[in-house]
């Protein structure tokens, strides 16, 4: 469900943008349909300046394994699965945002003027789940996992983004960008506003990398994600017993240590492509290891 | 099943002595082509529904004002008009270098007003206009202000004439607002009209605060590496608070009161929960009277005590500067074209409209005995307030007004009436020519003077009236400008 969150919100972000003249990348869709689909690079240029045919694949198709119905569809398995451990309330606001994805006649508003309207309603599902999680849901074992799922998606969508908003500038950060420039990037990740009134100079590339990896106050760093982890983390790990959870602890301990202690001053000058990589490559290895300790065992 | 808008052109009648923006008499002008034909292929209830959608999204962005009936609180929302008002990039390009020529030449005439007075000098300005001149402030005469700029944000309105040219009406170089509603129209049409404006190659203003922003920080000390600017407003009952509140968080900067604000040793601090913050530059929305009241006026409680010390002393920039108002005086508004050649050697771009100074015997006799063509201004009032409509006045309210004119002439001016253009407007299920004008707003800072492409169309949306001031029920328009 963060995912979807996530999607939604991009999409607003670059449906709008690209109603900008000039906007950089804004006049394809390209970006969006390589960080949330599979489709070939020929498939991507079928499609990529027709935003209805790119809405349906993104919100609506069910072939698109990414799609925000194919993943409400999964995450109402997976509540119903396990109905016991969630309030009725949860359910019902998976239940009734599946049921909003299912509904006829949004393809057809998804090719008109109507389609913004669409994925302003999904995101009000999507924002009032949030909602009726944190009021009814109990907090235990169930709330730490869900948690420990929802900021591990939550950072893995804030390096994927970011990096492609890097790649956008051919990972040249030695050229000072204009603010409209990274518009994307802030609006998508909900990083605008707090953006404007944290950072006070013009060096965008340093403050915008900044605010997406280290910033403690930012819901959408990597740095406040992976806080967040280690505390739902150290609450469910404590009656495991199992051999693998020290590895695990230590993959999250350099992980987490990658981050915290990077040297702020040079957020500008690194190698950024290689860094969003190893980032990504740690975060499944860290991933795949939480599986193994609590679910694959 | 409503009626296509096939009788569109049928039922769309201008007048022949007026320019009409969509269509001249032989047919629908290029730029208009698309949205026209976009136009064509909707019935009544879409764009009826698309009214409402524009409605209801003003309403939820709580870009309303009050009114009260049997004191109960109804809020209302400034009137949109959703179809857009077309200008092509050429015309654009003219306004913009107009505008930027005028720009310079009033803020060379601020800075020699309150230093040299070379101009008066030289005998191209009267002194005894300047003297007369309630927004001349004295107290503020040999500052110095950042990079010499004194109009850092400026509306300037146009008018088109039966001609197509346009014409500066008006010069607004003190707080002008409706900037918000020039970006929140377009916000609004996104929703809207998505198709029609990512097809009509329409130009960008998205980026007006950025801009903004960035010369507000310019403006600082370059000795401060990481400056604090606020956004000072007079407080909620403000009529133009949303716009302050508004552009406060469009920019991220902090939004406060004269009570917020506290001055020692002339330096000017914010009242923060960390304790007290200096702050380096001021965007002022409060009128120069209300800003210090060890200055100005005594019983001031909206402004900040010792504010002028501290800009005197260059530990605070003030955006815009003190005492612009002399610079768009109604009166002195007429010397403009004198103040281009004076100061730039050049013939002005845009032309002002013809202006009757009242002071002037001849000119009063003049008007007095044409008034029924004329429109009479009060030089120190705006927003249409004491405003004479010579051809709409009764006989019996121009003879009061008459005697209010000649009692003291140095506040009016009178000019012809222009027929402002007209552009097709959504009103009551039809679409019909209304009057507008147009108000682009310029950006002076230290690199230079930039204009966002477009502006606030206002709506004169009764039907053949000429006053498009929303406190005179005037509405707005979203402002295209498209590269053909």
């Known amino acids: 469900m963060e995912r979807t969150q996530s999607i939604l919100r991009v999409v607003r972000s670059h449906y709008i943008i690209s109603l900008d003249n000039d906007s950089i990348g804004s006049t394809t869709w390209r970006p969006i349909l390589e960080i949330f689909t599979q489709l070939s690079d020929s498939e991507i240029a079928q499609i990529e300046k027709k935003p209805d045919a790119v809405l349906k694949k993104i919100l609506t198709e069910s072939n698109n394994t990414n799609s925000i119905k194919t993943i409400v569809a999964r995450a109402r398995e997976n509540a119903r699965g396990v109905q016991n451990h969630i309030t009725k309330e949860l359910w019902e606001a998976v239940n009734s945002m599946y049921h909003l994805t299912n509904k006829p006649h949004l393809n057809q508003k998804l090719s008109g003027p109507e389609a913004l309207e669409v994925v302003d309603q999904l995101m009000q599902q999507s924002v009032l789940y949030a909602g009726i999680a944190d009021i009814t849901m109990p907090r235990g074992i169930g709330w730490d996992f869900m948690k420990l799922g929802k900021y591990l998606e939550r950072s893995m969508e804030t390096v994927v983004i970011t990096d492609k908003q890097c790649q956008l500038f051919e990972y040249d950060m030695q050229q000072e960008r204009d603010l409209t420039q990274w518009r994307f990037l802030l609006m998508s990740l909900a990083g605008y506003e707090v953006y404007l009134k944290t950072y006070r100079t013009f060096k965008h590339n340093n403050d915008i990398l900044h605010q997406m990896l280290l910033n403690e106050d930012y819901p959408h760093s990597v740095i406040f994600s992976l806080t967040r982890i280690s505390r739902y983390l150290r609450d469910v790990i404590k009656d495991n017993e199992s051999n693998e959870k020290l590895a695990l602890m230590r993959t999250f301990g350099r992980l987490y240590s990658k981050v915290k202690y990077m040297d702020p001053e040079r957020l500008g000058v690194m190698d950024s492509q290689a860094f969003f990589k190893e980032l990504r490559n740690e975060l499944l290895v860290f991933h795949n290891q939480l599986e193994k300790v609590f679910f694959s065992y | ?484």
């Open chain 2, 1 to 484: 099943m409503a009626a296509k808008t096939e009788h569109f052109l049928k039922d769309y009648t201008y007048k022949a002595n007026n320019w009409d923006e969509m269509y001249d008499s032989k047919a629908v002008r290029k730029q208009y082509s698309s949205v026209f034909a976009n136009l064509q292929q909707l019935d009544t209830d879409s764009l009826l529904s698309k009214h409402n959608i524009a409605s209801e999204l003003f309403m939820n962005q709580g870009i309303t004002f009050t009114v009260y009936d049997n004191d109960e609180g109804i809020e209302r929302i400034f009137p949109f008009d959703i179809i857009p008002r077309i200008i092509t990039g050429t015309e654009w390009q003219r306004i913009e270098q107009g505008i930027a020529q005028r720009l310079k030449a009033l803020n060379l005439f601020l800075k020699d007003i309150y230093n040299e007075q070379q101009i008066i000098q030289d005998q191209i300005i009267p002194a005894s206009l300047i003297a007369s001149c309630p927004h001349y402030k004295r107290e503020v005469f040999g500052i110095k202000v950042p990079y010499d700029i004194y109009v850092h944000i400026s509306g300037i309105d146009l008018i088109r004439g039966s001609d197509g040219q346009f014409y500066v009406l008006e010069d607004n170089l003190r707080t002008p607002s409706g900037v918000s509603y020039m970006l929140e129209n377009r916000e609004v049409t996104k929703r809207i009209f998505p198709d029609m404006l990512a097809s009509n190659n329409v130009r960008r203003i998205s980026h007006y605060p950025v801009l903004l922003h960035e010369i507000l920080l310019e403006l600082a000390s370059t000795q401060v590496s990481n400056p604090r600017v606020v956004l000072l407003t007079p407080g909620i009952y403000n009529s133009a608070y949303y716009e302050h509140s508004f552009l406060a968080r469009q920019m991220g900067i902090d939004l406060v009161e004269g009570r917020d604000l506290v001055v020692d040793n002339h330096k000017v601090y914010m009242k923060t929960t960390k304790g007290l913050e200096q702050v380096h530059v001021i965007y002022r929305r409060l009128d120069d009277e209300y800003l210090d009241p060890l200055i100005f006026m005594k019983n001031s409680v909206l402004g900040v005590p010792g504010l002028i010390g501290a800009y005197r002393k260059g530990n605070i920039a003030i955006v815009n500067a003190l005492g612009n108002g002399v610079a768009d005086d109604k009166a002195v508004y007429a010397y403009v074209p004198e103040m281009i050649k004076y100061y730039l050697n050049e013939d002005p771009i845009l032309q002002n409209v013809p202006t009757y100074q009242l002071s002037n015997p001849d000119a009063m006799h003049h008007v007095l005995k044409n008034y029924q063509n004329m429109v009479i201004k009060n030089t120190n009032q705006s927003g249409g307030y004491g405003m004479v409509m010579g051809n709409t006045i009764s006989e019996k309210e121009w003879l009061k007004a008459k005697v209010i004119i000649e009692n003291n002439p140095r506040n009016y001016i009178a000019q012809p009436i222009v027929q402002l253009s007209t552009v097709p407007c959504f009103i009551n299920g039809k679409i019909a020519p209304r009057h507008v004008d147009l108000r682009p707003y310029a950006l002076y800072g230290p690199r230079g003077i930039k204009l966002v492409p477009g502006g606030l169309t206002r709506v004169a949306l009764k039907e053949g009236s000429l006053v498009v001031n929303s406190s005179q029920g005037g509405g707005s328009k979203d402002t295209w400008i498209v590269d053909e």
